[in-house]
């Protein structure tokens, strides 16, 4: 039988993280690291396209392809302290790259390889 203390000291370790972060934890330790959202439907393929990328390069990362509006989205992303908001449009697709944004900020245009390369070994 597992001793209920152990896992208390777990739960308030995890609290004290969520504390420390004010919720929006290091890439590394946030149970989704990135959202990939198309800005139309015509994007949503080459969305796909990303999403399928960054899941074989090990990142945990969700495809929101709801019908939203992207500024819905990405309000509800910096809402839920997701840490990379990588959105798609015909810019991104032309350059095959993607717009990231992180924690209010917006990176701008990176291709999608340099993403990977870049933020792959945080995660």
């Not at 929006?24 to 969305?47: E, R, S, T």
Request: charged share 30%; aromatic share 8%; proline share 3%.
């Amino acid at each position: 039988m597992i001793h209920r203390a152990l896992l208390g000291a777990m739960e308030r370790f995890i609290g004290i993280l969520l504390e420390y972060y004010g919720g929006a934890l290091p890439l590394w330790l946030a149970p989704v690291q990135i959202w990939v959202i198309p800005v139309g439907n015509q994007h949503k393929k080459y969305a796909k396209e990303v999403y399928e990328k960054l899941q074989a390069a090990g990142f945990r990362c969700e495809l929101k392809d709801e019908a939203e509006t992207v500024s819905k989205k990405i309000r509800e992303g910096e809402v839920q302290k997701i840490p990379y908001l990588l959105v798609v449009g015909d810019k991104e697709m032309k350059l095959s790259g993607v717009r990231a944004r992180s924690k209010n900020k917006d990176l701008g245009i990176m291709k999608l390889t340099a993403f990977i390369k870049k933020y792959g070994k945080l995660s």
